[in-house]
Nanobody
Framework: QVQLVESGGGLVQAGGSLRLSCAAS????????MGWFRQAPGKEREFVAAINYGGRTYYSDSVKGRFTISRDNAKNTVYLQMNSLKPEDTAVYYC??????????????????WGQGTQVTVSS
């Protein structure tokens, strides 16, 4: 069992930056792949970024070059550094944990545990 708590969301102007954090507890964090997803009002949840247990990263095309995912296994925390934010980045951002298994990191159904979400609002 893994518990995930996100923090760092807020209101920022377009072009600004935010760093989201996701603190994990309850199991061996370093064994899990970690992902960030987001959901805007009226839209489906979509993949943003992921990092596997070895540190390999994956990004959606919409955030590649602007967002950076990283993890600190000593702190049981995964981060999402978001730069050059755009109004279309406005959404609730969710952290998710994926137990070791075959498959991809891009689909929400691959993940076993979810945080409660944190709101990110980018004003124009």
């Amino acid at each position: 069992q893994v518990q995930l708590v996100e923090s760092g969301g807020g209101l920022v102007q377009a072009g600004g930056s935010l760093r989201l954090s996701c603190a994990a507890s309850g199991s061996t964090f370093s064994n899990y792949g970690m992902g960030w997803f987001r959901q805007a009002p009226g839209k489906e949840r979509e993949f943003v970024a992921a990092i596997n247990y070895g540190g390999r990263t994956y990004y959606s095309d919409s955030v590649k070059g602007r967002f950076t995912i990283s993890r600190d296994n000593a702190k049981n925390t995964v981060y999402l550094q978001m730069n050059s934010l755009k109004p279309e980045d406005t959404a609730v951002y969710y952290c998710a944990a994926r137990s070791p298994k075959s498959g991809t990191y891009y689909n929400s159904y691959e993940y076993d545990y979810w945080g409660q979400g944190t709101q990110v609002t980018v004003s124009s």
